[in-house]
């Protein structure tokens, strides 16, 4: 696992705290408390209607709390806007790949890059400006196993390389926390078995936060996983840990201690 270095530096990259999210009267996240522990995976699980989605979105700030705190590296961030939390190093992907179908995937990672060159995202910069990104570009698709593709239009990519350049564009962004939405969704096994291996392999040097509904992939990628039932923390621990927990059997499966006591 990646470690930081210097005395000052948190063992703690993200932290929740008591954050809750009312829609009207409906509460979907209520008084949740996360520790996000630095350079691990870390998986946010439950069933349906347990507000995942919602925490995901006050996590990467597409969504205010109506309460609680939520700190980076130590500082709150609260209150900060998408862009504002991006540019301090948390970076995040969404369920629907988030790519330009037509432009190549060189080019896809070339835009993520030009933050590099000290300059706001312009499509119409030289071609002489931008191609010296080209050779952080191709390191960045070998990276995620797709320089053969280089040229190739996204719209033209299967879909699992399709999100695995929306990877690619992520890491041009150097983040330091990278929150992944869904990242197997919509997926044939072999596209997840790729991509649940692309994500175990771009973990080094970086801190990794997903919501996942796939059981398998968290059980071989997370070292801690979050289970939310009804908008509230369930359970909290190794995949071991929360899948033997009886009321995690009961949140997912609808049997309740007693019976699973019965039946054992």
Request: net charge negative; glycine share 10%; proline share 3%.
């Amino acid at each position: 696992m990646y470690q930081f270095e210097g005395p000052c530096m948190s063992d703690t990259i993200l932290e929740a705290r008591n954050l809750t999210k009312s829609f009207g009267g409906f509460v979907a996240v209520n008084g949740v408390d996360l520790s996000i522990a630095r350079g691990a995976i870390h998986a946010i699980i439950g069933p349906n209607g347990a507000g995942k989605t919602t925490m995901f979105n006050l996590l990467t700030k597409f969504i205010t709390p109506t309460s609680g705190e939520i700190l980076f590296n130590g500082k709150d961030i609260t209150r900060r806007k998408p862009a504002e939390i991006a540019n301090m190093g948390i970076v995040r992907s969404f369920q629907i790949s988030a790519v330009f179908p037509h432009l190549t995937a060189l080019e896809n990672v070339r835009l993520s890059l030009q933050k590099s060159l000290g300059v706001s995202y312009q499509f119409w910069r030289s071609t002489k400006v931008l191609h010296e990104l080209d050779a952080q570009a191709i390191a960045r698709l070998d990276q995620v196993g797709l320089a053969d593709y280089a040229h190739l239009k996204a719209v033209e990519l299967p879909y699992g390389r399709k999100r695995a350049l929306e990877i690619a564009t992520t890491l041009g962004l150097e983040p330091e926390l990278m929150l992944l939405d869904e990242p197997t969704q919509g997926m044939g096994t072999e596209d997840v078995g790729a991509v649940t291996e692309l994500i175990g392999r771009v973990r080094e040097g970086r801190t990794i936060v997903m919501v996942e509904h796939n059981l398998g992939v968290v059980a071989e990628l997370a070292d801690t996983i979050t289970v939310l039932a009804r908008g509230e923390v369930l359970a909290e621990g190794t995949y071991d840990q929360v899948s033997k927990n009886p009321a995690v059997m009961e949140a997912y499966m609808g049997v309740s201690a007693e019976e699973q006591e019965a039946g054992a």
